[in-house]
């Protein structure tokens, strides 16, 4: 998707403002025809604009009894949305626009849900539906408590995320052969207990019964010894909201632009330029990717999360991540992120570098193993069709893409990383306290284009404490937000 951006003058109440507006880079979600309107509450300003994106849904369903992890029939609703935020500048650099929480205006059928810090909004349908969605909104800016002048520049910004509901879920597996896989503590040679994540009570990691644990008797080096996850850390159990892709490349050059010139320095890794499919080029403030709908490699950790905080979103946890994968079902062994073991290759692509870029395979559902014709990862959702199933999509349980294969997931890790307790990102390019910058606290599930299809299987922690801050050809990154 190219971007495209407009200027307007608008006169509000005397007030001369300059509004920049355009397409999100990546997956197919646009935001347009932005304008500002004047707002009833003194100091405030009413941004209206047009969000859209294909194949948006909203469904619920009844999951059976013998299925879930509750042993009951499961009522159960989730939908996509889009997580809007806004940037505003007057000297020159660009600062984080707070939304009002209360007030908000949405067509018939759209819900607006703003996060409590103002940070951004969750946009998304009120009632079941499916196909392409485009509602017209307005979210109220607090332009005076933030400081805005009389003349700005306004920036327009949206994210694909899909919505996990609050319920209990199973990590692990039940296989022997995924290295480190999670287990209940009273797992012994032979066996493998999942073990059941029901609420967001801290927990106790320890070899006994009706604990969090790992496979290995002795306590596994991704796991940790011996200690408690506090009641703090996010677990999965409680409802959050997950990125549907990876960052995208296109996403990740808007945020190059958006930062101070030596802020873009240091997160744009110029040496990797043009290799392992990394079409990000250019210079301040004009970086573009050629290609950007695939998803962002080349990512340090410390890229990653500078991202997250800018978007106001944070890191997931390793919980989070299974339970994205799997959901509330009872969990298959040696299962991928779209809930069986069938897992076919992508050896080749069609359309290669456009919005259409597809596997040349039609039954291919993962990018792993270094394909020869494939050096690095593909578009995002490129698996999915108008008549795909879970599995021919590679998508999770929720609808989540590419889990499972294309570039790495980078979790909290529960081995190195319990000191986290959730802070949401700050909407600028400094992270909140208790994040994890380097050398501890993250690790990587889900596996990547280049790497072995056992290491994509949702429950194999073989790299889940293994930490490597430096940019890599797999490395990507993936937010979430608590639900408000």
């Not at 998707?1 to 007030?15: A, I, R, Y």
């Not at 890794?269 to 004009?286: L, Q, V």
Request: overall charge neutral.
């Amino acid at each position: 998707m190219t971007p495209s951006f407009h200027h307007m003058k608008q006169h509000l109440s005397g007030l001369c403002l300059l509004a920049t507006a355009g397409t999100a880079l990546g997956n197919n979600i646009a935001v347009t025809n932005l304008s500002l309107v004047s707002a009833a509450t003194p100091g405030t300003v009413d941004v209206q604009f047009t969000v859209s994106w294909d194949n948006s849904w909203r469904s619920a369903w009844t999951e059976a009894a013998d299925a879930n992890v509750s042993g009951a029939a499961l009522e159960l609703e989730n939908w996509d949305a889009a997580w809007v935020f806004l940037k505003w500048r007057t000297d020159g650099v660009w600062k984080h626009a707070t939304l009002s929480t209360n007030e908000f205006t949405a067509p018939e059928g759209t819900a607006i849900t703003v996060s409590p810090d103002g940070l951004g909004a969750f946009i998304y349908r009120s009632a079941a539906g499916s196909g392409a969605f485009s509602p017209t909104v307005k979210l109220r800016w607090k332009r005076l408590a933030d400081g805005a002048g009389s003349s700005i520049d306004l920036s327009s910004h949206a994210v694909e995320m899909v919505y996990v509901p609050q319920g209990a879920f199973k990590v692990g597996s039940g296989s022997t052969s995924e290295s480190g896989s999670f287990t209940d503590g009273s797992w012994t040679s032979g066996a493998s207990i999942p073990f059941m994540v029901s609420n967001e009570n801290a927990l106790v990691i320890t070899n006994a019964a009706g604990h969090l644990w790992g496979t290995s008797s002795a306590g596994d080096s991704t796991i940790g010894g011996y200690g408690v996850l506090s009641n703090a850390f996010p677990k999965g159990y409680q409802a959050f909201y997950c990125m549907k892709y990876e960052v995208s490349q296109g996403q990740y050059a808007d945020f190059l632009n958006m930062l101070p010139s030596d802020q873009a320095a240091l997160r744009y890794d110029s040496g990797n330029a043009g290799k392992n499919r990394y079409t990000i080029g250019g210079t301040h403030p004009s970086y573009a990717a050629s290609a950007p709908n695939r998803a962002c490699n080349f990512l340090s950790w410390a890229d990653g999360i500078r991202y997250g905080t800018w978007a106001g979103l944070r890191p997931m946890t390793e919980l989070e991540y299974e339970k994205a994968c799997r959901g509330p079902l009872n969990p298959v062994a040696g299962e991928y992120a779209w809930g069986n073991t069938s897992i076919t290759q992508a050896t080749g692509l069609s359309n290669d570098g456009t919005t259409n870029e597809a596997p040349s395979v039609a039954t291919a559902n993962c990018v792993y193993g270094s394909a020869v014709n494939i050096s690095g990862p593909i578009r995002s959702g490129a698996f999915a069709t108008a008549s795909s199933g879970r599995r021919d999509a590679g998508a999770s349980y929720w609808g989540i893409m590419e889990l499972s294969g294309d570039a790495w997931e980078r979790p909290i890790s529960i081995g190195n990383g319990r000191a986290f307790t959730g802070q949401h990102g700050t909407g600028t390019w400094d992270f909140p306290t208790g994040w994890p910058l380097t050398s501890s606290g993250h690790g990587c599930r889900g596996a990547a284009w280049n790497a072995l299809n056992t290491l994509a299987r949702a429950s194999d922690r073989s790299f889940a404490s293994v930490v490597n801050d430096n940019r890599s050809l797999s490395y990507g990154w993936r937010g979430v937000r608590t639900a408000p």
